[in-house]
């Protein structure tokens, strides 16, 4: 027990983890639900917090929000709410009443039990890239649409990454695979080469069905045991502004009745579907979220439910949306001061404009990232591969990211802030003197290997080292243990007859039709 919680404190080093699966290519941190004690970044005064909830009540009790699904339009009605045709308007009374039923806190648990995650409190979780249509490696060295098998291996790195806690969308839409059998093809490669938390698409009752179905067959579970408690979820985005449509409010009520969980993310870039102003684009987004969070709670009290943002600028040149930006940034954590306020947890997002992995990528990345981290975020989406806001997956910056998420990480372990006796050292200080060093010292010995963060990207070597090793930058570092990961990467264990039996539901759904399409 010992062994095992040094080896759970270290940041990286040479020590290694024998018992990891997957890490032969790289000496990564073990798997764990990082905790965030820093106090958040709050750039509202409470009288600026109480502005924008008085804002987002406004909207929802004077101007409305538009649901176009019909159930939700009854629901709402027999909850006693103003119905006019499409729009919804709601008393704030009756909004907080329902609000104050969500949970602040959750767990989801996937196939594996090990990977199970804690939504909300401190806790922030990392998860990988989702539905860009597009792809890029330096192998391919251009842009194209995504495959089936490109698909399959982003579900590789997501499994393989210890620092990503849980599985998107799809990785990057594999458009080789027609749309009435994509969902089943690419959660039936998601059960089989991941074990951690799943997403599934609201996007009709059949894609729904079918993706809870398949993560109850692959957690061998009945009806009953999957429905009593969260194993997997979806996201949603309103149709800003004002607006939720169909088929996403119907995978929620779907998801919702039967125990799964549920985040609700509007997308307001400022100056496009949101005022141009942040305080309005997030006020915006609060009532959008809420609308559509109080109607899950009318109908479920108590359903899992996290509030998302996607608040960001566009470029007022081109109408292209910009993320990473200093406006993201204050977006981000003006939205979490709101999260905390209606104690729900909250989803943020690692995002980007930038084409390349390069350093646009990284530095606008970073910037949504260590947002996260200041507004108190609970689980980052788009976390690992994002490129050109969203339209382009790619394994290296998928493998870029991860080095930072790591770095964030390792920021948050304990023992970088602990002050007991061995960490205040006086002893070795004392023994060293004036003028010494610390590279001999029994206690520099002791620790060494676990004292501070190893990289697995980055190279700190100088730049004669560098060269002589061959001048690789880190786009192609990154390439190459890209190829390195696939080549040793093992599958988690599934049991053969759970196999078999998801290939049978998925050639009984293709032979089916799967799910509708006009094409």
Not at 13 to 19: I, Q
Not at 315 to 333: H, I, L, N, V
Not at 384 to 393: D, N, P, R, Y
Request: aromatic share 8%; net charge negative.
């Amino acid at each position: 027990m010992q062994a095992e919680a040094k080896t759970r404190r270290r940041g990286g080093g040479r020590a290694g983890n024998a018992t990891r699966r997957g890490t032969a290519s790289i000496d990564q941190m073990p798997w764990h639900l990082p905790v965030n004690t820093d106090r958040p970044t709050e750039p509202l005064t409470p009288e600026g917090v109480q502005a924008v909830h008085d804002g987002a009540m406004r909207i929802l009790e004077d101007i409305g929000i538009e649901f176009l699904n019909q159930e939700a339009l009854a629901l709402f009605r027999q909850a006693g709410c103003t119905v006019n045709g499409t729009n919804v308007r709601m008393g704030r009374d009756w909004v907080m009443d329902m609000l104050a039923h969500a949970p602040a806190r959750f767990d989801i648990t996937p196939r594996n039990p090990a990977r199970k995650i804690t939504i909300g409190g401190n806790h922030i979780l990392f998860g990988a890239v989702a539905s860009p249509p597009n792809y890029h490696d330096l192998e391919i060295g251009r842009k194209v649409s995504g495959t089936r098998d490109q698909c399959a291996n982003l579900l590789r790195l997501t499994q393989y990454f210890n620092c990503i806690h849980f599985s998107g969308g799809y990785p990057v839409e594999p458009v080789d695979v027609h749309a009435s059998v994509r969902h089943l093809d690419v959660i039936h490669d998601k059960m089989i080469l991941t074990d951690k938390v799943a997403h599934a698409y609201s996007l009709g009752r059949e894609r729904i069905e079918d993706a809870m179905e398949m993560v109850r067959i692959a957690g061998g579970l009945t009806e009953a045991q999957f429905a009593a408690k969260p194993h997997m979820y979806t996201n949603i985005n309103s149709t800003s502004p004002l607006k939720h449509d169909v088929p996403m409010i119907d995978g929620c009520l779907r998801c919702i009745r039967r125990g799964q969980a549920v985040i609700v993310t509007p997308f307001t870039l400022a100056g496009a579907m949101a005022p141009v102003t942040m305080a309005g684009a997030v006020t915006l987004s609060i009532a959008e979220a809420l609308s559509a969070i109080a109607l899950f709670q009318y109908v479920r009290p108590g359903a899992p439910c996290v509030i998302g943002t996607f608040t960001s600028n566009v470029d007022m040149k081109s109408g292209a949306p910009a993320f990473g930006t200093p406006e993201y940034m204050r977006a981000t954590q003006m939205t979490g001061q709101m999260a905390r306020f209606y104690d729900l947890p909250m989803r943020a997002s690692g995002v980007c404009a930038a084409n390349l992995a390069d350093g646009q990528a990284m530095w606008e990345t970073s910037n949504s990232l260590w947002s996260a981290v200041q507004s108190g975020t609970n689980l980052v989406y788009h976390a690992a591969g994002w490129l050109e806001g969203g339209l382009i997956a790619s394994p290296e910056k998928f493998i870029m990211d991860c080095e930072v998420v790591q770095m964030i990480q390792r920021y948050m372990d304990p023992m970088l802030t602990a002050t007991g006796p061995d960490d205040i050292a006086l002893d070795a200080i004392k023994d060293v003197g004036p003028g010494g060093h610390f590279f001999g010292t029994q206690h520099t010995q002791d620790r060494f290997e676990q004292a501070f963060y190893q990289p697995f990207v980055s190279d700190w070597r100088n730049h004669e080292a560098w060269e002589a090793a061959g001048a690789i930058g880190t786009a192609e570092r990154a390439h190459h243990l890209y190829k390195d990961i696939l080549a040793t990467f093992e599958a988690p264990p599934l049991d053969v007859a759970i196999k078999e039996e998801l290939a049978d539901f998925v050639a009984r759904r293709k032979a089916e039709g799967g799910a509708p399409t006009d094409f």
